[in-house]
Each structure stands twice: as structure tokens, then as C-alpha cells.
């Protein structure tokens, strides 16, 4: 755990050294919800040019993850979660990695409900 301002001040060095390979990137959870104490740093982000972001992200530190739409790295002793956005699904991930743990099972709900609810007025 770490202050926000900790949080806000190493997030802010990663985009800086990220943004040059991606078309767009946001620093998303916790830090964006302003919350006093932040766990991790999560960040969404489209890539502009795929191959050099990988290798600094590479150099960033260690690698716990690494895949089409999620990396994790180690920058120092603070987890990093970069989720890999395209354009299509940017919005959707930045609504989600904002939003709190119960806030996202709310917005789980009610997809379900407005999904599920055509087949219930059919019953009737």
C-alpha cells in the first residue's frame, strides 16, 4: 500500500515513458478514484507502436505478466497493470478498470438484467 500522492507521482513517470508508443493512456483504479491509499497502478492504454512499448515496458522492471491484453511489471516494489486496449474496446475497459470492485458487480448486474429482461416479458 502507498499514499496517493506516491501512487500519482510513480504513475506519472510510466506514462511518461510509455506515451511516446501508445495512441493513448490513462491512468485508470484507484488513482483516478482518488482514493487516500492505492494497492496497485492500473493503466489503459492503446499502442501505437506495439514492439518498442514491449521492450520498454521490458525495461521497466520485472515482468510477472505478460499477454495480448494485460501486462504486469514490477517498478520497484509497486505492481503496474497495463491493460491493452484497440479503439474499439477502450471506453468499455477505462468504465471498468475505474470502477471499484462493487461498483463493476453492480455494472455486471445490470448488463444481466437488460439482457435477461426481453426474455421475461416474453413469458408474459
Not at 513517470?13 to 493512456?25: D, F
Not at 497493470?81 to 445490470?110: F, H, K, M, V
Amino acid at each position: 500500500m502507498m499514499n496517493l500522492e506516491r501512487a500519482q507521482r510513480i504513475a506519472g513517470e510510466v506514462v511518461k515513458r510509455l506515451s511516446p508508443y501508445c495512441q493513448k493512456i490513462e491512468v485508470v483504479g484507484s488513482i483516478r478514484r482518488q482514493k487516500a491509499t492505492v494497492r496497485d497502478i492500473d493503466m489503459v492504454l492503446i499502442a501505437s507502436d506495439p514492439w518498442n512499448l514491449h521492450h520498454e515496458i521490458m525495461g521497466m522492471g520485472q515482468v510477472r505478466m505478460s499477454g495480448m491484453k494485460i501486462m504486469r511489471v514490477m517498478v520497484g516494489s509497486v505492481q503496474v497493470d497495463l491493460y491493452i486496449a484497440s479503439p474499439e474496446t477502450w471506453a468499455t475497459l477505462l468504465l471498468i478498470r475505474t470502477g471499484s470492485a462493487e461498483n463493476n458487480i453492480r455494472l455486471a448486474s445490470l448488463i444481466l438484467l437488460h439482457s435477461l429482461l426481453p426474455m421475461f416479458i416474453c413469458l408474459f
